[in-house]
């Protein structure tokens, strides 16, 4: 198989050298571009397997070349961002980044990132096997959901994050996302209350599926469906 490319944007030199270093270690084929401008003209002349990109760059920032990919690619993309906080506003922005890092990251974490995500989306790539029927089956309006045939027992709260996850799959939600979701007033409850619910929706989900995580918890930021 050949090796996937990966294009890292990025101006920093010395973070940029220690993540290229790792890529090519573990038999990427890691190129680097440190301005923002010729990135996206070298994206649209040879696109990489996948991107990983900075926000804040010289020449053209890292949202406005996403979303100009966006126009025309549905290359997968990973994000990295100085902020914690800016995680909430990029998901809100719905660019279509398909896993997002935050600085400072160990070099280990993005690469396991890529891996999980070039893993994901050569899978989106390939056709659907015929007559398999989906792993989980929603009926919004029976609120109920059968893994594999095997009816769940949820409840409500349980069932409407599934919901919710199962629909957009690989997409990463927040937990403000996922409260204003399953919630009609969020005045009186806080982000814990989707963890807990979360915790025992991805027990049961253990139990009808030990053999995979269904749904990643994505530290700092919130949870994805991985089918
Ligand atoms: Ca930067």
């Known amino acids: ?8 944007v990025e101006d920093e030199p010395d973070l940029a ?10 038999g990427f084929d890691a190129a680097l571009e440190g301005d923002g401008t010729a990135a996206l003209a070298r994206l649209r002349q040879t696109p990489p397997d996948l991107l990983l990109l900075d926000l804040m760059l010289p020449g ?17 993309v990973i994000l990295v961002t100085a902020k914690v906080e800016e995680i909430d506003r990029l998901i809100g922005l719905e660019l279509g980044a398909d896993d997002y890092v935050c600085k400072p990251y160990s ?23 015929p007559a398999t029927p989906p792993l ?6 029976g609120w109920q959901a059968t893994i594999q ?3 769940l027992t949820l409840t409500p709260k ?3 994050l599934l919901r919710v996850l199962t629909a957009r799959p690989g997409r990463v939600y927040s937990r403000g996302q996922l409260l204003d979701a399953i919630y009609e007033d969020t005045l009186d409850v806080n982000e814990r209350a989707v963890d ?19 749904i990643r918890s994505i530290y700092g930021v919130g949870f994805v469906f991985e089918p």
């Open 107 to 129: 070099p280990r974490e993005v690469l396991a990132r890529v891996k999980a995500v070039l893993r994901r989306t050569t899978a989106r790539a390939q056709p659907p096997a």
């Open 1 to 8: 198989m050949d090796k996937h490319k990966i294009l890292l």
């Open 158 to 160: 349980e069932f409407q």
């Open 17 to 26: 050298a220690v993540l290229i270093d790792y890529l090519l270690r573990d």
């Open 60 to 76: 053209l920032d890292g949202l406005s070349i996403l979303r100009e990919l966006r126009k025309a690619s549905d290359l997968p």
């Open 149 to 151: 045939g095997q009816r």
């Open 196 to 214: 807990s619910h979360m915790k025992n929706l991805r027990k049961k989900l253990a139990q009808a599926q030990p053999e995979r995580e269904l």
């Open 136 to 141: 989980i089956e929603i009926d919004a309006e």
